[in-house]
């Protein structure tokens, strides 16, 4: 049973950073594409950033320069790290891999 589970969510100030870690389970994560994706508040659900088999890196125009994803293969772990948070990042970050998806953790970019 494959399971990804999404923590470090919270409550930050504009500018802030926080880090997101996704935790798999259940499947063969080294040769894995991981993306993380994020839904705010009366708005479909869009793509954030990505991370494939061989480490390489994409991300959303809008995160350039401010999130880092990374990998952890023996921890079986990505992990999204969000700096210069603005409040338009508000949304539920949810991990992914194939057709798996975690249950999400809420980033609320607030003064």
């Known amino acids: 049973q494959v399971q990804l589970v999404e923590s470090g969510g919270g409550l930050v100030q504009p500018g802030g950073s926080l880090k997101l870690s996704c935790a798999a389970s259940?499947?063969?994560?080294?040769?894995?594409?991981i993306a993380w994706h994020r839904q705010a508040p009366g708005k479909q659900r869009e793509y954030v950033a990505s991370i494939d088999a061989n480490a390489f890196t994409n991300y959303k125009d809008s995160v350039k320069g401010r999130f880092t994803i990374s990998r952890d293969n023996a921890k079986n772990m990505v992990e999204l790290q969000m700096n210069d948070l603005k409040p338009e990042d508000t949304a539920v970050y949810y991990c992914?891999?194939?057709?798996?998806w975690g249950q999400g953790t809420q980033v609320t970019v607030a003064s």
């Open positions: 992914m891999t194939r057709k798996y």
């Open positions: 259940g499947i063969d994560f080294s040769n894995n594409f």
